[in-house]
Structures are given as structure tokens and as C-alpha cells.
């Protein structure tokens, strides 16, 4: 395939000097592995489409080292089969301050959904985007499908903002490890794998978003987490791309393992005027029993003015003696899929403190409060 990764990547050169806008005029362009430096913006005019090449060796992550402890872990690279050339991507910056990737409408990045056999579960290619130690970036306006790994890998970045992105197929819509102010407002997530992941992260705000997927809409840890005036709904329109499932386990699974740097106890999350839609279950928090879970507790969740429509399963929120949570509930409606599950609303354990307050659940004539 005809590239166009040494001609883009000699004007992102240019840029380098002094900063600038490369604006890519409408067409196709073949891109490898472009990097982009200090007060750049990667613009991409209307009927631009960036398509990634579809072999894994044109890929390289410019030979720095990530902050992703976890690929460290021998365990986890037996696990997930993690490879060393883990975040090679088509578009990436490292230790950049400023920069962005700005799509007008029509405007698109193909992943290609590009094969490595000596990827991550033996079939994942390269990240969609990479950025890493940067302060200042911003993503704005493009639709990003078929990317070949997670669509948006950001580790230990600060004052990320995140809106009118359009996210289809392929893995994880965008992950945030080790970042701090991270705003995400009025993206479209269709994702095979999980909308929005991360751990050890602080200071989330995700607004006006749609969160479609085959797998968890967050598997997040961190603190002070808000969400609001979202739509959740599955089954999820595009494969998990393992296992060939549509539907969408939780809307929140819990994330905080050993095997990488998590600073802080995950709290003051809040979920606020957001809508839930065929999903198998809620929340999926197991604290002391589960190893993505146990590297730092989550202390208090708050849902409030909140529907949930054909949710098939039973939460689960159980936790240590010592690492208590409080759950509090505040108009809350919930109708069943197939009507109450045998195994009841939610499990909990005696360090779960529920405040419930106008909560309505199809199925039970009384919600007690604590």
C-alpha cells in the first residue's frame, strides 16, 4: 500500500519548531506510526480519512518507555500475552505538551483492525492513539473505527479534554491510567471491548455521552468520578472481539490491580440523570475477591435520578470488613428484562452501607433505606 506516513510526519517535523496546524486536505492518506510534538494539532478537514496500514511491522512506539507498569508483570504478560511493542500506534506523543487531533464532520481514522499473531491474546495489533506524559490534549470532532487495540491509550497525562468523538467497533473506546483532569463530553462510544477504561486515575467528569458496548461501559478506578446525563444501552451493536458476544455485562466494573501504580483509595463517585437500557447488570464491585479489584478500595458510590430499563441480572457490591463502602440510591427506578432475578436486586456483604432514597424496583413492594 502506497504510504503517506514519511510526507505527513516531515510537516508534524516543522511543527516541532515552533508549533503549528497541519491540516490534512480531503482524501485518503496511508498512515504507519506519526508522532506529534509540543503545541501541534493534527487537523483533518472534512472528507479526510486517515486509514492505518494492515501489517503490524510498519508500527513503532519511538522507543519510549510507557507508564503502564502492568506490562512489567510476568504474570500478566503470560495472562493477556502482552508483547513488548504492547502501544505502537498510527498516532502518538510522548512527554508533548499541547497538542490535539481535530476532525471536522466527515472526517475519520481507520484502525484497519489490524492483525499482530504476536499481539495481546494473539490477534490484537496496535493501539489506536497513544499518548503519553502529555499536558494539554485534545480530541476533538473524528470518527476513529476498527481500531486494532484499545482506540485511545492515555497513561499519566493531565488536562485531557475529550468531546464530539465518535468511537465503532473494535476494543476499549478510550483508556485513562494514571491521568488527572480528564473531560469526555458528547461522544458516541460503539464499542466491542469497554467504552471508557483506567485505573489510578482523579478528577473525570464524562457528560452527554452514548455508551454502547459488548462488554463493561466502565471498567474504571480512581477518585472523584462524575457522570452524568448519559445514555447506557445494549446489547452492544459490535462484537467482543475474543469471545464474539454482543451483549453488555455491567455498566461499572471495578479496576484497580497490584500489578501497576494505584495511588489513592477510588471515591466520591457519582452517577447522576443518566439512563440505563438492557444491560445484563449494574455494578460489579469485589473488593478482597477479586485480583483487578484489590489494589485500593472504592468507599462511596452515589446514584441519583437515574432509570434503568431491561437489566437482566443481580449487582454485586462486596467488600473487606476493614475497607467499607457506602451506596447511596436516590430516585432510582428499575424494571427487569424477565422479571426479578432468583438471586435477588443486589449482593452485598456487612461492610456495604445502603442509603436508599425513592427507589422504585419493579418487583419488590418496598426498598428499605439505612
Known amino acids: 500500500m502506497d504510504m503517506h506516513t514519511a510526507y505527513i510526519q516531515a510537516a508534524l517535523d516543522k511543527c516541532r519548531e515552533g508549533g503549528g496546524v497541519l491540516r490534512l486536505a480531503p482524501g485518503d492518506w496511508r498512515i504507519a506510526s506519526l508522532r506529534l510534538y509540543d503545541n501541534t494539532t493534527l487537523y483533518l478537514s ?6 492505518a496500514s494492515n501489517r503490524w511491522q510498519d508500527y513503532t512506539d519511538f522507543h519510549v518507555p510507557t507508564t503502564l507498569g502492568c506490562l512489567k508483570s510476568p504474570f500478566l504478560q503470560k495472562e493477556w500475552r502482552l508483547p513488548g511493542h504492547y502501544v505502537n500506534s498510527p498516532i502518538t506523543a510522548i512527554d508533548a505538551e499541547n497538542v490535539a487531533v481535530i476532525g471536522e464532520p466527515g472526517s475519520w481514522i481507520d484502525g484497519s483492525d489490524c492483525l499482530d499473531p504476536k499481539g495481546e491474546e494473539g490477534f490484537r495489533g496496535p493501539m489506536g492513539m497513544v499518548f503519553c506524559r502529555c499536558r494539554g490534549v485534545t480530541l476533538r470532532g473524528y470518527t476513529y473505527r476498527n481500531a486494532a487495540n484499545w482506540c485511545h491509550q492515555l ?3 493531565i488536562q485531557v479534554r475529550m468531546d464530539h468523538v465518535t ?7 478510550v483508556n485513562l491510567h494514571h491521568c488527572t483532569q480528564v473531560w469526555i463530553d458528547s461522544c458516541d462510544f460503539r464499542t466491542g ?66 500489578y501497576d501504580l494505584c495511588r489513592w483509595d477510588s471515591e466520591n463517585w457519582v452517577v447522576r440523570n443518566c439512563t440505563f437500557e438492557h444491560l445484563d447488570n449494574l455494578i460489579y464491585y469485589n473488593y478482597g475477591g477479586d485480583w483487578n479489584h484489590n489494589a485500593r ?28 463502602i457506602t451506596v447511596t440510591c436516590k430516585d432510582l427506578s428499575l424494571s427487569w428484562r424477565n422479571g426479578l432475578p432468583q438471586t435477588g ?20 413492594n418496598q426498598s428499605p433505606a439505612q
Open 46 to 51: 472534512s472528507r479526510t480519512h486517515l486509514i
Open 345 to 364: 436486586v443486589l449482593r452485598t456483604s456487612p461492610a456495604v452501607r445502603l442509603v436508599l432514597e425513592d427507589v422504585r424496583v419493579e418487583g419488590v
Open 297 to 324: 478500595p472504592l468507599r462511596d458510590l452515589t446514584l441519583e435520578h437515574i432509570t434503568i430499563r431491561g437489566l437482566a441480572g443481580t449487582s454485586h457490591i462486596t467488600t473487606l470488613p476493614e475497607s467499607p
Open 155 to 157: 497513561d499519566s497525562c
Open 193 to 258: 471491548d469497554d467504552c471508557i477504561a483506567g485505573y489510578d486515575a482523579e478528577n473525570v467528569v464524562v457528560r452527554n455521552c452514548s455508551l454502547n458496548t459488548s462488554c463493561n461501559s466502565f471498567r474504571f478506578g480512581g477518585r472523584n468520578l462524575l457522570v452524568e446525563h448519559c445514555r447506557f444501552w445494549g446489547p452492544g451493536e459490535y462484537p467482543h472481539r475474543s469471545s464474539g458476544r454482543h451483549n453488555t455485562l455491567f455498566a461499572f466494573a471495578y479496576y484497580a490491580f497490584h
Open 167 to 173: 468511537v465503532l467497533g473494535g476494543h476499549d473506546g
